[in-house]
C-alpha cells in the first residue's frame, strides 16, 4: 500500500525524471514528503511563472519533459504564462498542480479552480487523477503525451485527499517514445524535386532535434550546397559559420534573405510551423497557397496543411528525417551553390555589429567582445524586448543547446531559464540577456540561483523604458507618450542584496572588465547596463522613428 505522493515520485523516476522546479504547498505536501526519500533533485522557485519557465528550459534543451509542481488556484494561474510558451514553443513539459479536496469540488472552495477549462486551450493534454491506482498510467501517458508528435505541455491535478490515499498500484513503467520516419517514396520525390530545382532553401525549426541531428542537417545542406536558415529563436540548429548558413528567419529578417525566400522556388521546411513571426505574417510563405514548392516535413501529422498546402508532406520528426535523408547523395555540382555563398556572405555583412550609436554606451562593440569572449558552447537566453535584437542578429551561435528563448515572445524567460540551463549544464556558460522591463517580470528567481549556487550572468540592458512598445508607440502616435516610462532600481545593488555580485556600465569601455569580474566572482552576477533610450535599434534611434525619418 503507498499513497498517491509516493506513486506520484515513483512515477516520476521510473520514466528518468531527475529534477522538478516547484513553489510548495499544502495541497500537495504528500508529493512534497515522498521527494524527501527520493533521488529527484527538487529546486525550490520564488514564482510559479518562474518555475514553469525553468521546467519549459530544461525540456527545450534536453527533449525530455520539463516537471514543474505548483498548489492550487493562484499558484496555477500564475504557472500558466509557463504553459503558454511551451504550447506554442511546442516544448515537452508536465505541470502537476495540488487540487482542492475531492469532497470540495464544485463548491467554489478554497482556491479552486476547473484546470480542463482554464489551461483547455493552452496546454496538449489536462487531466484531473482521481484514483490514486492509476497514477502510474496517467503518469506514463503524461510524458508520452508531451513528447510525441508536435511535443507541448501537460496538465495533472492532483485532489489533495486522492495524494494522502493509500492504495495497491502496479509500478510504473517507463513511457515508449514514439518516432515518426519517411518512408523511402517520399525521400525519391524530395530528391527529384531537389534536382529539378534551380532556387530552394532550407529551413529548419521547431523542436525533437538533437546533437546527431544537427550534424545530419549540416551533411545534408553540404551534400546538395543547399542554403540554410533557422526559423525564429532556433537558432542553435545550424552552425552560424557554416558556408551554407544563410540566415535568421526571424523577427527584423536580413531583406536579402527573405528576397531569397520569396524568389525560391523550393522551401524545404523541416520541423517548423512557419507562423506568424517567421513567415513575417505569411508574406514569405503566402498562406494557404505557397508561391513557391513547399516541402514540409513535420513529426505532427495535424500540422501538415493546417496553415500551408505542401506539394510534398512528410510526416516525421526532424531526427528521422534528416537521419533518412542525409544516407542520399545529393548533387555533385547544383546550379545554385554560387547563390548559397552569396546568402552566407550577406549573413555575414548582416551580423557584423555597428560600432557607433547614441549614448556613452554602444551595444555593438559589447556584442563584438562577447562574441570573442564566450566559448562555443555558452548558453544565451533571454526573454522579449528590443534588446534581444542585438542576441538574434548579432551572436552566431555554433552548437545544440545553447538557446534558449521563446518563440511566443514572452517576457520575463531569460533569468529562470539560466537558472534551469546552469543546473542543467553546471560547467557551462550560462549569459541571460534581459531588458530592465523583462528582469522585473521574473528576476526574483535570481534568488534561485544565489540559493543553488548557480553563477549566470544576467545582463540587463536598462534603457528605462519598455522599449518596443515605446518604438510602436513613436512610430503610430508620435510623442503621445503613456505607459512606457519606467523608474527602476539599481540592478548592480539589487545583485549584491540577493547575495550575487554586481556590476554598473555607464560607458562602452567598462564592459569588458566588468563582465570579466562577474565571471571571476563565482557568484550569480548581474551586470547592468544603462543604455540611452535612443538607442531603441542598431539601425534607428528613437527619434528618427518618432519623426519618420
Known amino acids: 500500500m503507498k499513497t498517491g505522493g509516493q506513486l506520484i515520485v515513483e ?44 521546467a519549459d528550459c530544461q525540456g527545450r534543451l534536453t527533449g525530455k519533459p520539463g516537471i514543474c509542481f505548483v498548489t492550487r488556484g493562484p499558484g496555477a494561474t ?108 517520399e525521400l525519391d520525390r524530395l530528391e527529384a524535386l531537389l534536382n529539378a530545382a534551380k532556387r530552394p532553401i532550407a529551413i529548419l525549426g521547431g523542436t525533437r532535434w538533437d546533437f546527431q541531428a544537427v550534424q545530419d542537417v549540416t551533411r545534408i545542406a553540404e551534400a546538395w550546397s543547399l542554403p540554410v536558415g533557422c526559423s525564429f529563436r532556433r537558432q542553435m540548429l545550424f552552425d552560424h559559420l557554416h558556408p551554407n548558413y544563410a540566415g535568421d528567419v526571424g523577427i527584423g529578417i536580413n531583406p536579402k534573405l ?28 503566402k498562406s494557404p497557397y505557397p508561391d513557391q514548392m513547399l516541402v514540409h516535413v513535420h513529426a505532427d501529422a495535424g500540422e501538415l496543411g493546417r496553415v500551408y498546402r505542401p506539394t510534398l508532406a512528410i510526416n516525421a520528426s526532424p531526427t528521422a528525417f534528416v537521419r533518412a535523408f542525409a544516407r542520399r547523395k545529393g548533387s555533385a555540382a547544383p546550379g545554385w551553390a554560387a547563390e548559397t ?106 534568488a534561485t540561483a544565489v540559493q543553488y549556487d548557480l553563477p549566470i550572468i544576467v545582463v540587463v540592458v536598462n534603457n528605462g523604458i519598455y522599449g518596443t512598445i515605446r518604438m510602436h508607440q513613436e512610430r503610430e502616435y508620435p510623442s503621445r507618450v503613456v505607459a512606457t516610462d519606467l523608474k527602476n532600481p539599481d540592478f548592480a545593488a539589487l545583485a549584491r542584496a540577493y547575495g550575487g555580485h554586481g556590476e554598473t556600465v555607464e560607458k562602452t569601455e567598462d564592459f569588458a572588465p566588468a563582465f570579466e569580474r562577474a565571471r571571476a566572482s563565482g557568484k550569480p552576477a548581474i551586470v547592468e547596463i544603462r543604455l540611452d533610450p535612443e538607442a531603441i535599434t542598431p539601425t534607428r534611434t528613437l527619434t528618427q522613428i518618432r519623426d519618420k525619418s
Open 78 to 185: 500564475n504557472a500558466s504564462a509557463g504553459i503558454h510558451i511551451a504550447m506554442q514553443d511546442s516544448v515537452p513539459l508536465i505541470l502537476f498542480i495540488g487540487q482542492v479536496a475531492s469532497h470540495a469540488k464544485e463548491r467554489e472552495a478554497f482556491q479552486e479552480v476547473d484546470y480542463k477549462r482554464f489551461f483547455g486551450d493552452i496546454a496538449k493534454w489536462v487531466v484531473e487523477i482521481d484514483d490514486a491506482s492509476r497514477i502510474p498510467e496517467f503518469v506514463t501517458r503524461a510524458f508520452a503525451v508531451a513528447t510525441s508528435g508536435r511535443p507541448g505541455p501537460v496538465v495533472i491535478s492532483l485532489p489533495e485527499d486522492m495524494l494522502t490515499s493509500e492504495v495497491e498500484a502496479p509500478p510504473a513503467l517507463a513511457h515508449t517514445p514514439v518516432e515518426t520516419s519517411p518512408g523511402e517514396a
Open 258 to 285: 527573405a528576397a531569397a525566400i520569396k524568389q525560391a522556388d523550393l522551401v524545404l521546411l523541416i520541423g517548423g510551423r512557419m507562423g506568424e513571426m517567421p513567415s513575417s505574417d505569411y508574406t514569405l510563405l
Open 341 to 446: 555563398a552569396k546568402l552566407h556572405a550577406a549573413y555575414l555583412e548582416w551580423s557584423t555589429p555597428p560600432q557607433t550609436g547614441p549614448g556613452a554606451v554602444q551595444m555593438g562593440p559589447i556584442m563584438t567582445y562577447l562574441e570573442k569572449a564566450l566559448p562555443e558552447d555558452a548558453i544565451l537566453t533571454n526573454g522579449a524586448g528590443n534588446y534581444a535584437t542585438w542576441v538574434h542578429r548579432f551572436h552566431r551561435f555554433r552548437r545544440f543547446a545553447t538557446q534558449a528563448a521563446p518563440t511566443s515572445g514572452s517576457m520575463g524567460y531569460g533569468t529562470p531559464a539560466a537558472v534551469a540551463a546552469k543546473a542543467l549544464y553546471p560547467d557551462r556558460e550560462v549569459i541571460a540577456f534581459a531588458g530592465d522591463g523583462c528582469f522585473l517580470m521574473n528576476g526574483q528567481e535570481f
Open 11 to 54: 512515477a516520476l523516476e521510473a520514466n528518468g525524471t531527475d529534477r522538478i522546479f516547484c513553489v510548495p504547498g499544502e495541497s500537495y505536501l504528500a508529493v512534497l514528503d515522498a521527494l524527501h526519500d527520493s533521488p529527484i533533485r527538487t529546486i525550490v522557485c520564488r514564482q510559479e511563472g518562474g518555475a514553469a519557465m525553468m
